[in-house]
Each structure stands twice: as C-alpha cells, then as structure tokens.
C-alpha cells in the first residue's frame, strides 16, 4: 500500500512538472508571435514613412520646377516691360508657396519697374507735348500773333516752370511785342509766375508719388486677394 501511494505521488509529481513545463513553452510562443508580430509592425511603418517621404520628395522637386518655371517666365515679361502678366506669374509662385522669399522679393521688383515704366513714358509725353507747344510758339511769334504764342508758352510753363527754351522763347516774344523798359517788367513779373509754377509742380509731383504709391498698395492687395481665394 506504501509503495502505491509513492507511485502515485510520482505521477502527481510528473503530471504536474509537464503542466508547468507546457505552459512555459505556450508562454514563450506567445512572446515570441508578439516580438514577431512588433517587429512586422516597425518593418511596415519604416516602410510606408520610406515611401511617405518618396512621394514628399517628389512634391517638393515637382513644386519646384513649377516656382523656377513661374520666377523665369515672370522674368522674361519684366523684360518686356509687361508688368501685369509679371504679377500674374508671380501669383501663380504664391499659391505653391506663399512664403517664397524669392518671390517676394521679385514681386517688389516689378512693382518698382513699373512705377520706373510709368514715369518715363510720362515725362516722354510731356517733352513731346513741349515740343509740339514751343514749335507752334515759334509759328505764333513768326506771325506777329504774340498773345497766341504766349499762350503756349504758359502751358509749358504750367508743366514745367523751368523749362529753358521756354523761357528764352518768352524774352523773344516780350521783347517783339514791347519796349525794353515793359520787357524788364514783364519779365520780372513772368519770374514771380514761374516761381509759383514751380511750388505748384513740386506740390502736384508730392501728389503723384502718394498716389503711385496708393495704387501699388491697392494693386498688392489685389493680388493678395487673389491668392487667398485660390
């Protein structure tokens, strides 16, 4: 009886020893599917963050070559001194990329091209006015028709208060039309004119440059504009 009861002990014992050596193995297989199964996680966002930065690599390049394409062909219209289609290119840079310095500092370029543009096809109009003004003076004073052709020469002056070949026209005409003692006197008379011409261009000039630089601030609004609703 004693050696049954040992016996069966034994097998309690060894019964118990193979549970507890079986769940250790359960035990490790499931660790071991878990690590398996982190490590095909990390091997499957190493690769889509890899490919993520692929396609993010070609954005930029792509996005790139289009800025580079706007910058050049806004270039090549500064150029040709078409300065609204410039700005329109430069717009197009700003809805890729609103913070592009170079665009930005492009930008201002044109604006100042413009305003430059602006003014030199003003003061080429006003030397052709003047022109056309002091030949048709010359014509009035040729015919003895002395108020016609002092006429003109105040409308130069009205423009240009210092304009030389007005002036020596003007001394040409007193002096035909009066004695030297009125030529004097007039004379001293046209300088005060001339001198309130000049205070009067100067306060008109103040005026155009505030008012070029209102347009170029309504202009970049206008363009800002743009690029927000796009």
Do not use: C
Not at 122 to 149: C, M, V
Not at 199 to 207: A, F, I, L, T, V
């Amino acid at each position: 009886e004693e050696e049954t009861r040992r016996k069966l002990e034994e097998e309690q014992r060894r019964a118990e020893e193979l549970r507890i050596q079986k769940e250790e193995e359960e035990r490790r297989a499931q660790e071991e599917l878990a690590a398996q199964r982190l490590r095909e996680a990390e091997q499957t966002r190493q690769y889509e963050e890899a490919v993520r930065q692929a396609i993010e690599e070609g954005r930029r390049l792509a996005q790139g070559k289009k800025v580079r394409t706007y910058l050049d062909k806004a270039q090549e219209l500064l150029t040709a001194e078409q300065f609204d289609e410039a700005l329109r290119e430069i717009t197009k840079v700003f809805r890729l990329d609103p913070t592009n310095a170079e665009a930005q500092e492009f930008e201002q370029t044109v604006y100042s091209a413009r305003d430059e543009a602006a003014r030199r096809a003003e003061e080429a109009r006003i030397q052709e006015e003047h022109r056309q003004k002091l030949e048709r003076a010359k014509d009035d004073l040729r015919n003895l028709q002395y108020d016609q052709a002092m006429k003109q020469i105040e409308a130069i002056y009205a423009l240009d208060p210092e304009n030389q070949e007005a002036q020596q026209l003007e001394m040409k005409i007193i002096s035909a039309r009066n004695s030297s003692g009125d030529a004097r006197a007039m004379s001293e008379q046209r300088a005060a004119q001339q001198e309130s011409r000049k205070r009067e261009k100067e306060r008109k000039e103040e005026e155009a440059t505030a008012h070029r630089e209102q347009l170029r601030r309504e202009s970049l609004g206008t363009y800002r504009s743009m690029l927000k609703q796009a």
